[in-house]
């Protein structure tokens, strides 16, 4: 396969399955647009690992996927039409091959139920499979300046706690709870059923507020990328933003359906963050 046609299907991948992503990426020129593509068809890659019904030994598959980035980073991609874009679009914007492997552990972490039991542990699984994606797209927009690397941290930060609030239904169906421990004692809820409620909303209220404070810390993370970039990264925070004030303004109902930002509210978001 060509690099050309691994970026194609890299971005049949991100278009059909990156919700919030993919539309902050339509305001990039092709280049970038075209390397965030490949960097989020490894992601999804790493997170169908570890998620996805029918892979029979997760495990071992996840193991499988690491010996392929190691021999693809190494310059003997193996048969996959991921790897020509992905190491074309390493290279090219000279992304630390860490981050990958960062990320591998993240979705490892997620193989078995796991309990959360304080927001350090917590940190520690958000920056894996969340800043650590920042800290790569970071690169293809283009930064100078080092503090980009710290607030792009937190604003993966921001971003994994607005997500792990979203999927607390989805999350505990399959074992897991990340919301910590700590903080379900805190509220005297208990984390097998979530009762009491209203103690409940009151949990998440909190969750809420912590991960707004990551998003403000952030926020000078948009000044500091190259200024043609800037409309993208915009963009995508104030997609999640709004899926975060979205569960806030439903009363934090998450465990009776999913909490979506509506297609036409993230168009209208890409539109303002073009014209600003």
Not at 14 to 39: D, G, H, T
Not at 119 to 144: D, K, P, Q
Not at 151 to 180: H, M, S, W
């Amino acid at each position: 396969m060509t690099v050309d046609q691994s970026y194609a299907w890299a971005e049949r991948v991100a278009r059909s399955q990156a919700k919030n992503f993919y539309y902050s990426f339509l305001l990039l020129k092709k280049p970038k647009r075209r390397a965030m593509c490949a960097i989020y068809a490894f992601m999804r890659y790493c997170d169908d690992l570890s998620d996805a019904d029918g892979i029979g030994d997760r495990a071992a598959a996840i193991a499988r996927w690491r010996e392929d980035l190691e021999r693809a980073l190494a310059g003997s991609a193996p048969d996959h039409p991921l790897w020509p874009a992905f190491t074309d679009a390493v290279g090219r914007y000279k992304i630390p091959h860490q981050y990958f492997f960062e990320m591998i552990d993240g979705v490892s972490s997620d193989l078995l139920p796991r309990v959360i039991e304080t927001f350090n542990e917590l940190y520690g699984y958000c920056y894996r499979v969340a800043s650590v994606v920042g800290l790569t797209i970071i690169h293809i927009f283009g930064f100078s300046d080092p503090r980009a690397l710290e607030l792009a941290e937190k604003c993966g930060i921001a971003f994994q706690l607005t997500n792990i609030l979203r999927d607390v239904r989805e999350d505990f169906e399959k074992g897991r709870v990340y919301i910590p421990a700590e903080d379900f004692t805190k509220f005297g809820v208990s984390a097998a059923n979530f009762e009491p409620r209203k103690a409940f909303r009151d949990l998440l209220e909190f969750e809420a507020r912590r991960a707004r404070k990551y998003y403000q810390e952030s926020a000078p993370l948009i000044n500091l990328i190259d200024p043609a970039s800037r409309s993208s990264l915009r963009a995508l925070i104030a997609i999640y933003s709004r899926l975060l004030d979205r569960i806030v303004s439903s009363s934090y109902d998450v465990l009776s359906h999913r909490v979506r930002v509506p297609g036409w509210e993230k168009a209208w978001t890409l539109l303002r963050s073009a014209i600003l």
